[in-house]
């Protein structure tokens, strides 16, 4: 007798616990993008990694990787760094993308923008009114960056994005 209430309460925990057809629709209440910052999908993301522009690479003091592709008047710059070695207390790996100029000083100073990739996603909502920045100075070797605050703001305590990245490729 007490197996049939059992099983009971458990088809009625899974059947409340499964989203309705709405909930899981595309284009559900939720994934609607603002106009104000271009929105990038990771199908979009992958396609781009694909062939980037330029390519750099940071070793110390943790393995990071750094992308420029052009868009427009502009720069799109991504990165994937891992989390500085702390043996078990090792930060998560960060991915942040940010977009901006090219200035005389050959200097791109980068706002976060919203994106969905592989580690992270950040929507126009986390970066809100005033989005970090991220100063990519451009060199013949590689580049330097200075992060202004956005790994702080949006990866997990103990990741950064800042040092000295050698160029590793570029467009023919």
């Known amino acids: 007798m007490r197996i049939l209430p059992v099983a009971a309460l458990g ?21 609607e993008g603002s106009s104000a910052a271009p929105r990038v999908t990771s ?18 003091p943790a393995p990071a990787t750094m992308t420029l592709d052009r868009e427009g008047r502009a720069w799109r710059v991504a990165f994937r760094a891992a989390g500085l070695p702390n043996g078990p207390a090792t930060a998560a790996d960060c991915e942040l993308q940010a977009v901006g100029a090219q200035d005389s000083d050959d200097v791109i ?10 580690l992270n996603a950040i929507t126009d909502v986390d970066i809100g009114a005033a989005p970090p ?10 580049v330097f960056v200075r992060d202004r605050g956005a790994a702080v703001r949006f990866c997990a305590m103990g990741s950064d994005i800042d040092g000295f990245y050698r160029r590793t490729a570029s467009p023919d």
């Open 133 to 142: 920045f991220i100063e990519v100075r451009v060199g013949p070797e590689g």
């Open 11 to 31: 088809v009625l925990i899974l059947a409340g616990g499964s989203p309705t057809r709405a909930e899981s629709a595309p284009g559900a209440a939720g994934s």
């Open 109 to 118: 100073a980068a706002r976060v923008v919203p994106f969905e990739g592989e």
């Open 43 to 60: 199908q979009e993301t992958r396609a781009t990694a694909t062939a980037p522009d330029a390519v750099f690479e940071r070793d110390e």
